[in-house]
C-alpha cells in the first residue's frame, strides 16, 4: 500500500487541495498509524454474468457497459476503529475528524486493492448513492452476499454499521476511471465548484 497516496487521500477527505500541506500530514501521520492498529479488515464478493433485477437501471447500466461479467462487493474495517471515533468526539474532537478522515481512506484503499482479485480489467468500485443511484439498493448486495458473518449490519435508516464499511459493484472485463463528466450530479457537485474532485484520478 503506498503510504503516501493513502495520506493524500485522507487529507483530501479532509479539504485540502493539491499538495497536502506539511502541518497537516503531520496531524494524519499519527492518526493513520492508529487506524492501521484498529482496523479489521474484512471483505466478500460474488461474480455474476447476467445483470440483477436492481442492476437494470440507470446508472448501473451505462456504468456496466461493456462488461462481460461484475461482481457484488462488500468490505469493512471493523467496529473497534468506530468505537474509538466516537470516544475521541467526546475527548478530542479535532483528532476525531482526522482519525475518521484516515479510517475513510483506509477502508477505501484496502478495498481498492482486495479487489485486485478480479483482475487487472476491472472498473472501480461503484456504490448505491453513488450517480443518483438509490442508497437503498445497498439491500439489494446485503441480500445477495451476506455481510452479517463479517460482522456488517444494514440499519433501518439505509446505512451500514460498522460506519467505514463499503458496499458496491465493480465491472469485470472493462477499465473505467471516474470522472466528473460521467457523473449525474456534475451541475450540482459542490466539490467541483471547490475546484476538486470526490476521487483519485489513478483509481480505475
Known amino acids: 500500500m ?3 497516496a493513502l495520506y493524500d487521500r485522507a487529507c483530501a477527505y479532509l479539504g485540502a487541495r493539491g499538495v497536502p500541506p506539511e502541518e497537516l500530514l503531520e496531524r494524519v501521520a499519527p ?6 492498529s484498529l482496523a479489521r479488515f474484512r471483505a466478500a ?14 446508472p448501473y447500466v451505462s456504468f456496466l457497459a461493456g462488461c462481460a461479467a461484475y461482481a457484488l462487493v462488500v468490505m469493512t474495517l471493523g467496529g473497534e476503529i468506530d468505537r474509538r471515533i466516537r470516544a475521541l468526539t467526546v475527548t478530542d474532537p479535532s483528532r476525531a475528524v482526522v482519525l475518521d478522515a484516515c479510517a475513510s481512506a483506509l477502508v477505501e484503499e484496502e478495498g481498492d486493492e482486495w479487489e485486485a482479485r478480479f483482475g487487472a480489467e476491472r472498473t472501480y468500485r461503484f456504490c448505491p448513492g453513488y450517480g443518483g443511484s438509490p442508497v437503498s439498493d445497498v439491500a439489494h448486495i446485503f441480500r445477495e452476499l451476506r455481510p452479517e458473518r463479517l460482522g456488517m449490519q444494514l440499519l433501518p435508516s439505509g446505512l ?25 450530479l456534475y451541475e450540482h457537485c459542490a466539490a467541483r465548484r471547490e475546484g476538486r474532485v470526490c476521487y483519485r484520478s489513478e483509481n480505475k
Open 2 to 4: 503506498n503510504s503516501s
Open 31 to 36: 492518526c493513520m498509524d492508529e487506524a492501521r
Open 45 to 58: 464478493g460474488r461474480t455474476y454474468e447476467a445483470p440483477l433485477p436492481f442492476l437494470q437501471k440507470e
Open 160 to 184: 451500514m454499521a460498522p460506519q467505514k464499511s463499503m458496499a458496491g459493484v465493480v465491472g469485470i472485463g472493462r477499465r473505467r476511471e471516474r470522472s466528473c463528466g460521467a457523473c449525474m
